[in-house]
Nanobody
Framework: VQLQASGGGLVQAGGSLRLSCAAS????????MGWFRQAPGKEREFVVA????????VYADSVKGRFTISRDNAKNTVYLQMNSLKPEDTAVYYCAAHRALVVTTSFDEYDYWGQGTQVTVSS
């Protein structure tokens, strides 16, 4: 599975961005799809993940109520809608796929990774 993330950019605090992650190669299902982020000098952290059906979604507390994950399995694409962005959301965002039915928040359990897309939120 190859993952291609896009949609990052520079936005002012309070603004919105939508990230996309397109998967190609082997079948998209039944992969858990997740988003992680890594800020300079910090470890990679979990943001959100969705089961293949969308029936199980887990958000990091820091993004609950502001970020929304969705997926279009017909298009092999997962989206991350980010609203009310804060400067502390600035990071490189990575999408990842995990060959399982149940969501995990541990980055070392994900099998495939996209190249990352930079999100910068100015104050």
């Amino acid at each position: 599975v190859q993952l291609q993330a896009s949609g990052g950019g520079l936005v002012q605090a309070g603004g919105s961005l939508r990230l996309s992650c397109a998967a190609s190669g082997r079948t998209f299902s039944p992969y858990v799809m997740g988003w992680f982020r890594q800020a300079p000098g910090k470890e990679r952290e979990f943001v959100v993940a969705s089961s293949w059906s969308g029936g199980q979604i887990v958000y990091a507390d820091s993004v609950k109520g502001r970020f929304t994950i969705s997926r279009d399995n017909a298009k092999n694409t997962v989206y991350l809608q980010m609203n009310s962005l804060k400067p502390e959301d600035t990071a490189v965002y990575y999408c990842a796929a995990h060959r399982a039915l149940v969501v995990t928040t541990s980055f070392d359990e994900y099998d495939y990774w996209g190249q990352g897309t930079q999100v910068t939120v100015s104050s």
